[in-house]
């Protein structure tokens, strides 16, 4: 018997970039805590990359635009977006 709903799993890095873009790469895939091989992963990524402008042709990069000030970090389950002004200052009132 097979589980009509394995847990899928990505694993997500930043690439260094330039000031103002942050880059999301995905290095892999596991379904049920297994592994995609490369060889397939990467054939079914082409495919989303030829049908998704957003990301590369590879399927496997997403360049993203953030306030030159901005900054970035991976959370479990999420990205976060601050810029050191907003952590710094007090609110208006």
Known sequence: IVDANPPLEAEVVMAPTGPGAVRFVLTTIRVNGYAI??????????????????????????????????RVALVLDGVKLWTEDLGTKAPPR
Do not use: H, I, M
């Not at 091989?37 to 990069?61: C, D, H, I, M, N």
């Open 37 to 70: 091989p490369e060889a397939l992963l990467s054939r079914f990524l082409s495919q989303v990359g030829a049908r998704y402008p957003a990301l590369t042709k590879t399927g496997r990069e997403l360049l993203v635009g953030v306030p030159v000030d901005g």
